[in-house]
């Protein structure tokens, strides 16, 4: 990457303390998602104690581009700068090329300083950098709504349709909540973490987005009579309902509590005049993208950028992919929950995605 002409780089900021400017930039911002919303610092740093770099540019003493950077220190594995961990995307917001490679020059230059091992970019942009290595193996899955949840039914497919049927014949049904109950939340969420053998996020980081987005965040329980079975938290933001986290108990997937979960999403989404539903995050081909596909989702490209550095070949700082090449699933799976719901957190720290 060569100099940026034409831009004073003294208006560039590694440490961007005004939230109300960042805010107001990333809802005026095109690309400007919930996951750039400033208060995210504050919910990683609270809940895993990893430290941030707010970067931004001016322009006339506006704002013309942010881009907000996490470092994520792991011992023995090194250290990367990644924007932004545990989020789908979030990456650079700039007004033209210029301010953004102006700021990615920046990330670039704070990065080398770091001596972290690659500059990870997780966004909605195609663009790309010399250097820079794309994977293209993450989607994000998006139906569209309508002002009418009874016209997204129509549109949804009948093999869906059906599933919420046997659903509400079973005697499930779904509740909006607040924060009030995100215990219950949460012990669906760690038990299903818990059952595929992947560490769970801790309650502590619930809480915080509860705290720090309180207009954005959104929690749905799916009951059979009183029993609680399935749970999300969604994330709400412009004209986008967005659900990055959600678990169902096994002993009751033939009941389909997903499904009422859902549909539960789209009659909200639809009477709150939201446009889109956002099902989150998922890998092409898997199983996640496939029941998301079948609801009528478009899948949308996440693009992970990255930038590899002090001769490191591969992004390896990351310990799920260790955590998956050996047995450690096998073992967390028959493990009590009061042990995994201790240790999980604590393994989370490092798993970034």
Not at 274 to 298: N, P
Not at 341 to 349: D, F, K, M, S, T
């Given at each position: 990457?060569?100099?940026?002409?034409?831009?004073?780089?003294?208006?560039?900021?590694?440490?961007?303390?005004?939230?109300?400017?960042?805010?107001?930039?990333?809802?005026?911002?095109?690309?400007?998602?919930?996951?750039?919303?400033?208060?995210?610092?504050?919910?990683?740093?609270?809940?895993?104690?990893?430290?941030?770099?707010?970067?931004?540019?001016?322009?006339?003493?506006?704002?013309?581009?942010?881009?907000?950077?996490?470092?994520?220190?792991?011992?023995?594995?090194?250290?990367?700068?990644?924007?932004?961990?545990?989020?789908?995307?979030?990456?650079?917001?700039?007004?033209?090329?210029?301010?953004?490679?102006?700021?990615?020059?920046?990330?670039?230059?704070?990065?080398?300083?770091?001596?972290?091992?690659?500059?990870?970019?997780?966004?909605?942009?195609?663009?790309?950098?010399?250097?820079?290595?794309?994977?293209?193996?993450?989607?994000?899955?998006?139906?569209?709504?309508?002002?009418?949840?009874?016209?997204?039914?129509?549109?949804?497919?009948?093999?869906?349709?059906?599933?919420?049927?046997?659903?509400?014949?079973?005697?499930?049904?779904?509740?909006?909540?607040?924060?009030?109950?995100?215990?219950?939340?949460?012990?669906?969420?760690?038990?299903?973490?818990?059952?595929?053998?992947?560490?769970?996020?801790?309650?502590?980081?619930?809480?915080?987005?509860?705290?720090?987005?309180?207009?954005?965040?959104?929690?749905?329980?799916?009951?059979?009579?009183?029993?609680?079975?399935?749970?999300?938290?969604?994330?709400?933001?412009?004209?986008?309902?967005?659900?990055?986290?959600?678990?169902?108990?096994r002993d009751y997937f033939h009941l389909y509590p997903n499904n009422i979960l859902y549909w539960?999403?789209?009659?909200?989404?639809?009477?709150?005049?939201?446009?889109?539903?956002?099902?989150?995050?998922?890998?092409?081909?898997?199983?996640?993208?496939?029941?998301?596909?079948?609801?009528?989702?478009?899948?949308?490209?996440?693009?992970?950028?990255y930038l590899m550095l002090n001769g490191c070949q591969a992004p390896q700082a990351d310990l799920?992919?260790?955590?998956?090449?050996?047995?450690?699933?096998?073992?967390?799976?028959?493990?009590?929950?009061?042990?995994?719901?201790?240790?999980?957190?604590?393994?989370?720290?490092?798993?970034?995605?």
């Open positions: 990457m060569g100099k940026t002409e034409g831009m004073n780089l003294g208006e560039i900021s590694l440490d961007f303390t005004e939230k109300d400017a960042w805010d107001s930039y990333v809802s005026n911002s095109p690309s400007g998602s919930v996951f750039h919303l400033y208060n995210w610092k504050d919910i990683i740093r609270e809940s895993y104690g990893h430290n941030s770099y707010y970067l931004s540019a001016k322009e006339n003493g506006h704002i013309a581009g942010i881009f907000p950077l996490y470092l994520m220190e792991i011992p023995f594995l090194g250290s990367s700068l990644i924007s932004s961990p545990y989020l789908d995307y979030a990456g650079i917001c700039a007004e033209n090329a210029e301010i953004r490679n102006t700021l990615l020059e920046k990330a670039v230059n704070l990065a080398q300083a770091k001596k972290v091992n690659y500059l990870n970019l997780r966004e909605l942009s195609q663009e790309s950098w010399p250097g820079i290595v794309t994977h293209l193996d993450k989607v994000t899955m998006e139906l569209e709504l309508d002002t009418k949840a009874d016209d997204v039914w129509k549109k949804i497919p009948p093999e869906r349709r059906n599933r919420i049927k046997k659903a509400e014949k079973a005697g499930l049904h779904a509740e909006a909540h607040g924060p009030e109950r995100l215990e219950d939340f949460y012990h669906i969420y760690s038990t299903n973490m818990r059952d595929l053998g992947s560490p769970a996020h801790s309650l502590l980081f619930f809480q915080k987005v509860f705290q720090y987005l309180p207009d954005n965040a959104q929690l749905f329980l799916v009951l059979q009579e009183r029993n609680i079975i399935g749970a999300a938290v969604c994330l709400k933001f412009k004209k986008t309902l967005t659900i990055p986290w959600v678990s169902s108990l539960e999403a789209i009659k909200f989404g639809c009477l709150n005049s939201y446009q889109i539903l956002d099902f989150g995050r998922s890998t092409m081909g898997s199983g996640t993208f496939e029941f998301k596909r079948r609801w009528g989702c478009q899948a949308k490209q996440i693009y992970w950028h799920k992919k260790l955590w998956y090449a050996g047995l450690a699933t096998n073992v967390w799976q028959h493990l009590p929950l009061s042990v995994t719901n201790i240790l999980g957190p604590l393994l989370r720290r490092y798993i970034s995605n």
